[in-house]
């Protein structure tokens, strides 16, 4: 089935750094999406890309999804506190609704 | 964006008993799915949830196992049968909303199982 390989596992990092994470895929997607998901909580869409090429901000997170359609990435910029959590990726191929998830992302950030 | 509640928030049971987690949205909407979470993992679609009739089961999973039911546009319900320590994970709602463009997907607050 389809798969997707997401990665740095975890990062731990400098409040004010800037992070970078990716997902790539053997698969062709149409949409790609950046979900956030907090200690006991649901994840919550973040990002949400539809084109090949498109390059998508929201406040200081930027995602773009990779004119392969097999890949995407997600920058946080000056990160903070707040940003510590879990980032998924997911993406959704031509059959249908489903989502297929990345393992993850795991970021914290040190004051 | 939808909002999405799901009862019980956690719980704990024992081997061998069945819990219905309920999930309810305050809008319709065309697409329902139940995920689950093991600890430390990723997510993995269980079945989509469909109006009106059987839910369609991924790999690995089955109606005797995890039986669905979705009578209307706003609500669900997953049932995890005869349990065992290994159904021990998060599980969540998730729904598209009706009528959008776009395919997003929104996530309910999940319910913490934990089987003993």
């Known amino acids: 089935g389809q798969q997707l390989n997401q990665s740095p596992q975890s990062m731990f990092i400098q409040e004010g750094e800037d992070v970078s994470m990716n997902c790539t895929s053997s698969?062709?997607?149409?949409?790609w999406l950046w979900y956030k998901q907090d200690p006991g909580e649901g994840p919550v869409l973040l990002i949400a890309?539809?084109?090949?090429?498109e390059l998508t901000s929201n406040g200081r997170l930027t995602a773009q999804f990779g004119i392969t359609r097999k890949d995407s990435f997600l920058n946080i910029s000056a990160s903070i506190p707040s940003d510590v959590g879990i980032y998924f990726c997911?993406?959704?191929?031509?059959?249908?609704?489903?989502?297929?998830f990345g393992a993850g992302t795991i970021l914290r950030v040190k004051s | 964006s939808a909002v999405i509640s799901q009862k019980p928030s956690r719980d704990i049971c024992q081997r061998g008993t069945s819990l219905t987690i309920q999930c309810q949205v305050d809008?319709?909407?065309?697409?329902m799915f139940w995920y689950r979470q093991q600890p430390g993992q990723s997510l993995t679609l269980i079945a989509t949830?469909?109006?009106?009739?059987?839910?369609?089961?991924e790999s690995g999973f089955v109606i005797d196992k995890f039986p669905i039911s979705r009578p209307n546009l706003t609500f669900s319900t997953l049932t995890v049968s005869n349990m065992s320590p290994e159904d021990s994970s998060i599980y969540l709602c998730?729904?598209?909303?009706?009528?959008?463009?776009?395919?997003?997907?929104?996530f309910g607050p999940g319910t913490r199982l934990t089987v003993l």
């Open positions: 997911a993406g959704q191929g031509r059959s249908g609704n489903k989502l297929v």
């Open positions: 698969s062709i997607f149409n949409t």
């Open positions: 949830a469909n109006q009106g009739s059987e839910a369609t089961y």
């Open positions: 998730s729904v598209e909303a009706y009528g959008s463009d776009y395919n997003e997907q929104f």
């Open positions: 890309l539809y084109k090949a090429g």
């Open positions: 809008s319709q909407v065309t697409m």
